[in-house]
Structure formats: C-alpha cells, structure tokens
C-alpha cells in the first residue's frame, strides 16, 4: 500500500514553459486536492476533486488546469510557468466525508518546482 | 469566517524541555473537527490528531497532548520532554465549512517551526 505518491520530486522549469505534476493514490478514497505551499506559509489549496469526472477550483487556480479520469490519478497541469509558481506542490487525498468534515487527509511526499 | 491562526512563528527549545505550540481558531460552524499535521525537514506531511467539537477532554499520545478549549476557540498542542526529532513544522487545520467552501477542504494556519537543540 503506496500511499500517496506524486512524480516528479524536483523539476526545474524556464518561464513559459508547461509541465504536469502526476499524483497516484491506491486507498480508493474519493476526495483528492492539490496544494502548493509557499516558503513559511501554509498550504493553499489549488483544486480539489470529489470524485472521478468532477473538479473544482481551490483558492488559487489560476494557471493551472487539472483533471480526474479515474478515481487514482489526480494530474495538476501547469501552463505557461511563471516564476510565482515556484513552491512546492502537495497531493492529499482522503475517505468519503464524515459529518463536519473529520476526514483525514494523507499526503504525498511533494514536488519541488522552481521556475527560472 | 473560517480562519486558523498560529501565532508563533519559530520557537527554539533545549532538548528535555516542555513546549506548547498554540492554534486559534475562528469558525461559524456549530460542529466541526481540528487537526494538527507535522512537516518535519524531510517535507512530508503527517497526520497527528483529529479532534471533534463535542469533545473537550485533553488528549494524549506518549509525549503529545492536546488541550481543546472551545470557550477560548484554541486548540494547542504540548510536547513533553522534546526531543531533536521532534524539530519540524506544526500546522494546525480546520474544515472550512458549511457556506465556506465545504467540509471536504482545510484552511491551515501559517504552521509553528520547531527548533529541538540538544
């Protein structure tokens, strides 16, 4: 049981360029999300998915576009990359809501993208 | 609003000692959960406790305890004798919400670094 896992670890991108971050779960959970986390801040939440074919946007979309074919995969797709997306990206998933929302989520190990 | 609030940017502590790293917490919801995750330097995120409105009781976990004050709407977090591998950042979460976006989605607070020197 993998967990949460997201390739690549580290990617290194130049200004206008496109990339897209994979993230695989194998705990059959419905909900998934994508995070970035900025340095010294916390996460922010940039889309999250209730379930396959449905997705919807977080705090920070713009610049990025995702989708959700199968209840595994969770792909984040960075178009145009900007130097303000430099951070580091965070998958979670987590298990069918409870009431007030005690899900815990698990995350992925990261992807550090820097953009030059 | 929904909103998490940790106050204390850095703390640095000597090994042995006891430390209490503090979560307050703004919510329009009558029932709702609070968690605390630990991002040691290895950069994962890793569960540490969920808590529900309804109970109040401290709790703890060998070193960690949590003290749940909703009169105060905080939810801290102690660790006893720290440890160096105790040295990571602490962030507390809180749903955001009925008619903030949804249970299903966390707001975290800007996260505690933790410094255990020995």
């Known amino acids: 049981n993998a967990g949460v896992t997201q390739t690549p670890k580290f990617r290194i991108l130049k200004i206008g360029q496109s990339m897209t971050l994979q993230c695989t779960q194998d705990?059959?959970?419905?909900?998934m999300y994508w995070y970035r986390q900025d340095p010294g801040m916390g996460l922010k939440l940039i889309y999250y998915s209730v379930g396959a074919g449905i997705t919807d946007k977080g705090e920070v979309p713009n610049g990025y576009n995702v989708s959700r074919s199968t209840t595994e995969d969770f792909p984040l797709r960075l178009e145009l990359a900007a130097p303000s997306q430099t951070s580091v990206y965070f998958c979670a998933s987590s298990s069918i809501l409870l009431a007030g929302g005690g899900n815990e989520q698990f995350f992925g190990p990261g992807t550090r993208l820097t953009v030059l | 609003a929904q909103k998490v609030t940790q106050a204390q940017t850095e703390i640095s502590v000597v090994e042995k000692e006891d430390v209490t790293l503090d979560c307050v917490y703004e919510t329009r919801d009558t029932t709702y959960y609070l968690f605390w995750y630990k991002q040691p330097p290895s950069g994962e995120l890793v569960f540490l406790i969920r808590r529900n409105s309804f109970d109040e009781q401290n709790e703890i976990s060998g070193r960690y305890s949590w003290n749940f004050q909703k009169s105060t709407s905080s939810f801290n977090f102690t660790i006893t004798a720290s440890q160096v591998v105790d040295s990571a950042v602490y962030f507390c979460a809180l749903p955001r919400g009925w008619g903030s976006g949804g249970y299903n989605k966390l707001i975290f607070g800007a996260g505690t670094r933790l410094a255990v020197h020995p």
């Open positions: 705990m059959n959970h419905n909900y």
